[in-house]
């Protein structure tokens, strides 16, 4: 009963507008204190064992590579081939910003940095050509939580990590949901679109497809490096995140020259503060998740689970109501790291393939990324418009019905996730 003293603890600092990571970690050294024998030694011990990951080591390179990406331009030139296949459709540039983060999202691996990346240019440009204001924000703000969905993804990178499943796997896993819930949303669009009458371009035919689609190669090409490298066995998930890194500074600095060596130094700056921030909350979400462990919490509630008699479907029900609850007062990777090794055992008694569990994990931080009063996309596209964080959120629900309705159906129909794993293993 004492675990309790821990959770209150947690909560509280929460309550009073304690940082994530600093409730975390603080919440977890006073248990061990205060209500365990063990030393405070080994929180650092566990803390600086865990960092030693090397899957972990993917996360910085990641986030380098979507600010160059972010930096040098190429999401103006995704956005140009974008708008050169769907731009001519009622609604099209609202559509074409729903392509763009999905293309965005399957070379950068960060939700934020794709709504910045997509938002700062399409939301401008479709508040001009005659849409609404709220429409616009609640599109790109949407669209944009498909980085944490699509592989590279940070958070599965966390979630493979916390319950020792494959990474490479979890990328796999990620593809043909984010698929689905891209084609929701366009389709979602279109409907809205051609209901509101709102504007489109002219179709300026297959030569000018071409001639964006040239334009935006080196940046396609990157997805192609990454996923196929990954899969094809070329290098792993940390080194292709390397790769990445890499290529797309040599794309900023000498293919498209959009900036200069004189810009580097504060692209690998805002690097590392975001890198730390979300590290800092990684280790104390580690150290947190430690204690659970040692308190015996995920055997514990497993055979609790277990002898309720709980269906794998009513199980996953349970799984994604916590996941929304925490989503909206915690960070997608703390929340990871604290739940998926809770419910990983549980699942695996229910037959339940962990894989398929992560993509639902994932999925439900996706949700998380537009729920206030965390929701993360939501403070980006607020300060991207100058308006107030109520009015992002009115803007974004009308979209959140369309993650909940992709959510149900990647969590009740598996083959969304398992198809191509079977397919490729």
Known sequence: MTIILLFLGLLLLLVIGAPIAISLGLSSLGYVMLATDDSPTVIAQKLFSTMEHTTLLAIPFFILSSHFLTTGGVSKRLIEFAK????????GLA???????MLFAAISGSS????????SILIPGMIEAGYD????????????????????????????????????????AGILPGVLMGILLLLATWITACRLKMPKDEWKGFRHIVKTFRNAFSGLLLI?????????????PTEAAAVAAVYSAFIALVV????????????????????????????????????LTEQQVPQNLSQAVIQQNLSPNMFLLMVNIILWFAGDFMEPSSILLILA???????????????HLGIIMTTNMEVGMITPPVGLNLYVAASLTGMSLGQVTRAALPWMAVLIIALLLITYIPWFSLYLIHLLY
């Open 84 to 91: 050169s296949l769907v731009g001519w459709m009622p609604g």
């Open 95 to 101: 559509m074409a910003g729903v392509i763009s983060c």
């Open 112 to 119: 934020p940095a794709t709504v910045v990346a997509i938002g």
């Open 133 to 172: 204001k709220r429409f616009a924000v609640g599109v790109i703000a949407t669209a944009g939580s498909m980085g944490i969905l699509i592989p590279p993804s940070i958070p599965m990178i966390v979630y493979a990590d916390a319950v020792e499943e494959s990474v490479g796997k979890m990328f796999i």
């Open 224 to 236: 192609a490096i990454v996923v196929g490298g990954i899969y094809g066995g070329v290098f792993t």
């Open 256 to 291: 498209h020259q959009d900036m200069g060596l004189k810009d580097a130094p504060k692209v690998m700056l805002d690097s590392a503060k975001m890198t730390s921030v979300l590290m800092f909350i990684i280790a104390c979400a580690i150290i947190f998740a430690h204690v």
């Open 341 to 355: 090794p809770l419910f990983h055992p549980i699942a695996l008694k229910l037959g339940i393939d962990p894989i």
